[in-house]
């Protein structure tokens, strides 16, 4: 554990690019070879290498924003360590204990919680449509963020830092499970039951999270977790459905120049809000309460 935590403490940007670059390349032969949906039988539009473009393009940004704020990152997790600021820093735990602990309230403040609120907040919707817009769901969507919601995720891992008193050594073994587990649950691809079910008690699998990118409400609302499935199940926001019956997308933006440009998705967090429609299932009542979450 102890030489585990050393070198995440001291990890190179060079190997923390190779996690990035190999899990896209290892999910993308998986999905290629194996793949949930056959996007281009449903759809002649379709192509895997220009739809990776316009996501790889938002992958980048995401890269500099994180890239050009880390140093406050580093500084957070110094100053908690110095001044014995936070939950990890009041306990005494082993080592491996302050893993799972520094882990799991990473996990909850750092990701749960803001993906939550951009549901919830119309403003921060309007940043987090950019990821929800996207129609084929695969490893690349994974990081497919308006710079504008990398700044306030970043904003938010930042607290989590604060909070939990987390050692840097933790914060970047967090960064690189939070990068994999997330390219693993967008992943185009379909786990056997056999395998989902134990598996998606400890980790957010494909299955669980693909529910949360159906393109309409309630199913958008539901399975926000990155790495653990704990809190969905823990605050009711845990969901299944059949992969048959899921269409990615939003029902706002369906139209192909939408999610399809650049241009267009860099600029939707400035248009106009627009109203979900909501499952055709629900009940007008419950389409007015539920029109007010994103």
Known sequence: MERLIQYFETIPSSHRSLILVGGITFFWLVES??????????????RKAGHAGINLFFTLTTVAVNFVLAFILLKTSDFVVAHQIGVLQWLSLPLWAQIVVGLLLLDLIGAWSI???????????RFHLIHHTDTYVDTTTANRHHPGESVF????????????????????????????????????IHLP???????????VTPNMHHVHHHYVLP????????????????????????SK???YGV???LERHEHSRIGNL??????????PMGSPETTTSSHADINESP
């Open 153 to 188: 995720r970043f904003i938010f891992t930042t607290l989590a830092v604060l909070i939990a008193g987390t050692p840097i050594g933790v914060v970047m073994l967090y960064q690189a499970l939070s990068v994999l587990l997330s390219q693993f649950n967008h992943a185009n």
């Open 266 to 275: 860099l600029n939707i967090p400035f248009q106009p809000y627009r109203p």
């Open 193 to 203: 039951r056999w395998i989902d079910r134990p598996l998606n008690w400890f980790f």
């Open 251 to 253: 029902d706002t933006h």
């Open 219 to 242: 199913q958008t609302n539901t399975n926000y977790g990155n790495i653990f499935p704990f809190w969905d199940r823990l605050f009711g926001t845990y969901a299944e459905m059949a």
């Open 115 to 125: 993906h939550w609120l951009q549901h919830h907040v119309k403003w921060m919707w």
């Open 33 to 46: 070879a194996v793949p949930l949906f056959q996007f281009g039988k449903a759809d002649a539009h379709y």
């Open 245 to 247: 019956d899921l269409r």
